[in-house]
């Protein structure tokens, strides 16, 4: 089975940062593309930051230049540097993986979220 647990989440002033990390473990052949998102009360889930197996990134407008996605693939694990937050940073965020595994067909694995708020 394919776990994705993020942590990192937690209660910073506006200006203030986070740094979100998720773990993928299980049987795990390869992992192609990592990303957040988020999600705020009464709001559809969102991208906020992508980043595939061969480096290529993609960024919400909202977060361009403040939030950074990398990845450590020793360790299966996906980073979200948040800087300059804001109070519309406010949101729950997961991260998923396109995970193949050792045995079974290629999916999309989702973790089960970490919370951020950002205070004025």
């Not at 709001?43 to 950074?68: C, H, I, M, P």
């Not at 540097?81 to 290629?106: F, I, W």
Request: proline content about 2%; charged content about 15%.
């Amino acid at each position: 089975q394919v776990q994705l647990v993020e942590s990192g989440g937690g209660l910073v002033q506006a200006g203030g940062s986070l740094r979100l990390s998720c773990a993928a473990s299980g049987s795990i052949l390869s992992i192609n593309a990592m990303g957040w998102y988020r999600q705020a009360p009464g709001k559809q889930r969102e991208l906020v930051a992508a980043l595939t197996g061969r480096g290529s990134t993609n960024y919400a407008d909202s977060v361009k230049g403040r939030f950074t996605i990398s990845r450590d693939n020793a360790k299966n694990t996906v980073y979200l540097q948040m800087d300059s937050l804001k109070p519309e940073d406010t949101a729950v965020y997961h991260c998923n993986a396109d995970v193949l595994p050792r045995s079974g067909l290629r999916n999309v694995y989702w973790g089960q979220g970490t919370q951020v708020t950002v205070s004025s």
